[in-house]
């Protein structure tokens, strides 16, 4: 699998916008990346998927880089509720494999 | 609809003693996963189930763990003679599909095992 580096984690104010960094240099053509968030004491949750276009769901957004060797995910306006895990995980198109998490970006959203 | 359910919800077990985890997954999703989760770690992946079959058993730590599914819906996990380093949340995840990869997973809420 290729690998997706995260920052150990971030701190928002409540009410501003949040961007989640994550590089995928080694990406493959085939690769598409998907976001998922751990609240505490749940299982992850999906939050959005793409493979080179920018994509927008009811949750967040999710920018790729034209070289896709990078992809950013955005919560337009975090709340309290934003406070989770959040894991970029790169998953092959033709390979059916599971899912290969990572530590994931720790997000502390202050009031 | 339903989503996936775990039970138990906890489990607190002695060292020595085999316990059975049960995952319920949605239903009509043909793909099943198995993940832990220890104290403070990231998901680890255990072993996957394409209706009954299970194509990748590479994640399983040891042959104290197994894994069934029958009628291509319901899964157990059992570990036998437990240790205390099997100590964690096991989780469990379906998708509709697993062979096309953009299948979003959905998680049931774990099993939170204590050993001791």
């Known amino acids: 699998d290729a690998k997706t580096t995260q920052p150990n984690s971030m701190e928002s104010n409540e009410e501003e916008p949040v961007h989640l960094p994550c590089n995928h240099s080694t990406i493959s053509g085939t690769d598409y990346i998907h976001w998922y968030r751990q609240l505490p004491s749940q299982g992850p949750e999906y939050v959005i998927h793409?493979?080179?276009s920018n994509v927008n769901n009811r949750m967040a957004s999710l920018a790729i880089a034209e070289d896709r060797k990078s992809s950013t995910l955005i919560l337009h306006r975090a709340t309290l509720r934003d406070a989770a895990v959040y894991y970029c995980i790169l998953r092959d198109d033709n390979y059916g494999q599971n899912f290969v998490f990572g530590p994931g970006t720790r997000l502390s959203v202050l009031p | 609809g339903a989503g996936v359910s775990q039970s138990p919800s906890n489990k607190v077990t002695e060292k020595g003693k085999d316990v059975e985890l049960r995952c319920d997954p949605i239903?009509?999703?043909?793909?099943l996963y198995w993940y832990r989760q220890s104290l403070g770690q990231g998901l680890e992946f255990l072993i996957y189930?394409?209706?009954?079959?299970?194509?990748?058993k590479s994640g399983l730590p040891s042959d104290r763990f197994s894994a069934e599914r029958t009628g291509g819906s319901v899964s157990t996990l059992t570990i036998q003679r437990t240790q205390q380093e099997d100590s964690a949340v096991y989780l469990c995840a379906s998708s509709l599909n697993q062979v096309r990869t953009q299948e979003t997973q959905y998680f049931g809420p774990g099993t939170r095992l204590l050993v001791l």
């Open positions: 239903s009509g999703h043909t793909a």
């Open positions: 793409g493979l080179t």
């Open positions: 189930f394409q209706g009954n079959s299970a194509p990748d």
